[in-house]
């Protein structure tokens, strides 16, 4: 079976790449681009680790083809901070240590960032909605929380 | 596995019915995918009706509403004027699963999936919604509560798809909602739910009901007889306590590990009670 030619967007930068048709965009992100910050947890759309945009929306990158990302753009925790410069999540989490293991915290940071494109300031249960998509074992959440919403000040205060 | 990906519904029909071996219809791709990596489904070919630009939107027709097969979850709750026409048929598709499978997961696929607990289909029932159905014969409409036939079964033949989904004009004074009991408060399977759409006259009194419960049956169910109990009076206590019972009797459920027979029979009653109540307040009747 000859591959698929993919050519997309990814995290502002044209890529292209060649994939199976059975081959999901999180298998074509860590095996083909090398883009390992999706992490694969259950690969069942219920923990939230693949969490990638695609065309602004936040989605599971386990539950989607590597096929349909043609033309799309796509948004990968790589592209989160610019260069050395952190973005402000992910420097609250760091000060709220919202992370012990760090399995989930990158698509936790890309689920945050999501909601914070479409509501700069949610409140705590808006959050806690947001992102009850994303599974983690560790923290117990609340550090997490309030490090998203401690970010969301900052940004609506520097904005 | 071949991927096809045509951008109109005639091209989307031909390969279709062109396709030797199983070729599977991929919408939001939040169940279809899931089946493919637990090898409950092994299709030869996946066939992506994304591209093509009319399923993907949201439009006026015939004075309702006409919802592309590949709209997702999310774009129907930012649509205002569509949760403003059909808050209850929104607030089910919304109802499923996180703001990730929100982002993918169509009310289409809902309905196709043909789960007995699917949320969106108790609503769209109630609501009164019509499939369209592409084939090679051309297009079919047929009512929504027609096209599930048992678990994971539906009415469509091979080389058939849903394009699209009709929700029809909201007549003055009406209203819809979708309950669910979960054990959890949210992303969980429904262990009933229940929609209920009615209409009020100028005097509060009901000329029009249609209620439907999912996860009592093989198949999502319209209850007329549940429906009869609000028509002709103003929703008050005593109606209420007559659609409890009726939606108690139609409940045929199954015991498993999420509910026992005893407990659906009973919580179908009780959320048909709750869920008239909100739909008479959104159809303006004093609650």
Redesign the interface.
Known sequence: ?SK?HVTTTINGDPVEYLC???E?LLDVLRDHLGLTGSKEGC???DC?AC?VT?DG????S????G??A?GREIGTIEGMAKGDQLHPLQQKFIEHAALQCGICTPGILV?AK??LDHNPDPSEEETR??????LCRCTGYDKIIRAVLDAAKDMREAS | MQYLSPTTIDDAIRLLSSQSGDCKVLAGGTDLLVRMRSGFAEPDSILDIKRIDELRRISRDAGGWRIGAAVSGAEMGEHADLVADWPGVVEAVNLIGSTQIQGRATMAGNLCNASPAADSVPAMIAAGAVARIAGQDGLRDIPVADVPTGPGKTCLSPGEFVTSIWLPSRPERSGDAYLRFIPRTEMDIAVVGCAVALTLDAGGTCTAARVSLGAVAPTAILVDAAADTLIGTTVDDTALDALARACSDAARPIADKRGTVEFRVHVAGVLAKRAAIIAKTRAGGAS
Do not use: F, H
């Open positions: 079976m698929i199976d048709a059975e999901t690969g069942t759309g939230g969490s695609v929306r936040l989605v599971c386990c539950l989607m083809l096929a349909e043609a689920a999501s909601l909605y947001w992102l009850a998509g994303n």
